[in-house]
């Protein structure tokens, strides 16, 4: 196991260009490192004996850019993976380098990479409005996940091809995650701040995480499809690992709370 990993980790990056943050690993696990001990550690402390912070602008405009970034991503990813056609849904293969759409596909993966460091704003957030609650095992968990797993995606797998197409589910969830928490913080001051339709947020996310794993299922039934046969392997383990941490968050926030109030 530890040669194999050495080995992984000691592989040649298949695409030559290798943009920020996509390069080190050195890089991306100090910034995740900074980001836990903050959030987690340091944060908390600094905030202990301080009053919270009214960050409401900064967040409305936060969620106001996630909101437009995710639109702007989805739209291009739509475009990319159904408009030229290039795609076989049957083996979803990276485009070859020389590929007259590649730029395009290197870009537009790499604005999905981006977006996870963005995500991580919405911790610093919690910690500076004294929000420790919201400040879970799964918040934590699915940050941190996300960066280090796009992160491998794109050095080992190149831009583009099976994991670029999984991420427009994702992105599609991001829009409506922003923008409820766009509509809430307009809701503020109302005894009632959650909005009608939250917990379709978590049931959109175990649909998206369903969704993938059963692709990633078909995709390894593909004998032909030995290139993306790694990758399908561990985006369905995660996507696993992400409908069992969902589904429990749903049942204590929802379901048993509902319970209780009966």
Not at 14 to 30: C, E, I, K, Q, Y
Request: net charge positive; with cysteine; aromatic share 18%.
């Amino acid at each position: 196991m530890i040669g194999y990993l050495k080995e992984v980790l000691s592989r040649t990056p298949p695409d030559p260009v290798r943009l920020p943050l996509t390069n080190s690993h050195g890089s991306v696990l100090a910034i995740l490192v900074s980001y836990l001990l903050l959030v987690k550690v340091v944060g908390p402390r600094i905030m202990e004996n301080r009053k919270p912070f009214d960050l409401s602008g900064v967040i409305k405009v936060y969620n106001i850019v996630q909101i437009i970034y995710n639109v702007v991503l989805f739209a291009c990813e739509a475009f990319f993976i159904l408009g030229p056609g290039i795609y076989s849904f049957k083996c979803l293969e990276n485009l070859p380098l020389d590929h007259e759409w590649k730029n395009f596909e290197r870009w537009a993966s790499y604005a999905y990479y981006f977006n996870k460091y963005m995500d991580l704003l919405e911790t610093f957030f919690f910690v500076l409005r004294k929000k420790n609650q919201q400040i879970s095992f799964l918040h934590v968990f699915h940050h941190t996940y996300m960066v280090l797993f796009v992160f491998a995606i794109l050095r080992y797998h190149g831009y583009g091809g099976f994991g670029f197409c999984m991420s427009i589910f994702n992105v599609g969830v991001h829009i409506m995650m922003y923008t409820y928490y766009y509509q809430s913080s307009l809701n503020q001051n109302s005894k009632k701040k959650d909005l009608w339709w939250k917990h379709y947020i978590t049931i959109a996310q175990l649909v998206q995480f369903g969704v993938i794993l059963v692709y990633s299922i078909y995709s390894l039934s593909q004998p032909e499809c030995s290139s993306t046969r790694m990758w399908a392997t561990y985006t369905g383990g995660s996507s696993i690992i992400f409908i069992i941490l969902f589904t429990n968050f749903y049942y204590h926030a929802y379901i048993r709370t509902k319970k209780k109030a009966l």
